[in-house]
């Protein structure tokens, strides 16, 4: 299905969290390149996010960075009302494509983890994603879309990883819980889980360590790691018109990892 805008139509608006790099920079450019002007967040990246930005306006679209630490609600409530602005400015009813990519990932066996690492995992990943989504509920209207970003991770077992895993799995549970709230609104929400995937997450350690990836590779259906831009599709495939009818689901995107 041709999900493009055509003349006489308004370009969809989307805000896309974390979008200074990896899976959150492919998700703005493929909203983008289906002819969403973006809202490009970040938290300490802003030449990333400003590339973004670049390549975005470079192939003909619009585009604004912006900063946002999720993991902190008073800067939640300053960007919304930077958004109204925003909206404004673009003569833009409503926020049509929210994409909730921003997170952390502190990693450490049982014995290692710290309080502050734990709160922060949690407050990042979990809490700043329900306050935000709850904070632009103003801007959304029948026919919006959510996209929470999880990981394949709440599936398998991974060492070191637990709490990191149970942050994402908290959110794969909200959103089925919001998916009920919402959609008597015609709000659909959905989550979509990468797998291993070649970026800077993690340091880059699925980018940059041959080891590490064939070891994945030799345990992937598909053979190989992803890549963000993969995820990025994936990601603007679930708010397109031709996924209309689906909510509350969670799409693993992972070639089959960890089967």
Not at 132 to 142: E, M, N, R, S
């Amino acid at each position: 299905m041709d999900t493009t805008h055509h003349p006489g139509t308004r370009p969809e608006i989307a805000v896309v969290t974390g979008a200074g790099r990896g899976i959150g920079r492919s998700t703005a450019l493929a909203l983008a390149r289906r002819g969403a002007r973006v809202v490009v967040t970040y938290h300490q990246g802003a030449d990333g996010a400003a590339e973004t930005v670049r390549t975005i306006e470079a192939a003909g679209g619009e585009a604004v960075a912006v900063r946002l630490d999720v993991g902190d609600l008073a800067a939640i409530e300053a960007f919304a009302g930077e958004l109204t602005g925003i909206l404004a400015r673009w003569d833009a009813p409503a926020v049509d494509v929210l994409v909730n990519n921003a997170g952390i990932g502190l990693f450490g066996l049982l014995q290692d983890v710290t309080a502050a690492d734990f709160d922060a995992s949690v407050s990042t990943n979990f809490r700043g994603t329900f306050f935000l989504i709850q904070a632009l509920l103003p801007t959304f209207v029948a026919g919006s879309r959510i996209v929470v970003v999880s990981t394949s991770a709440t599936r398998h077992m991974s060492p070191g990883m637990s709490v990191y895993s149970a942050s994402k799995a908290a959110l794969e549970a909200m959103t089925r819980g919001l998916a009920g709230e919402l959609g008597g609104r015609g709000i659909r929400i959905n989550t979509v889980a990468p797998g291993p995937s070649a970026t800077d997450f993690n340091g880059g350690a699925m980018r940059d360590d041959p080891a590490l990836r064939g070891h994945l590779a030799d345990h992937t259906a598909l053979g190989r790691v992803g890549d963000p831009d993969e995820i990025g599709d994936a990601i603007a495939a679930l708010t397109s018109d031709g996924m209309r009818w689906v909510t509350a689901e969670r799409l693993e995107v992972s070639g089959g990892a960890l089967l």
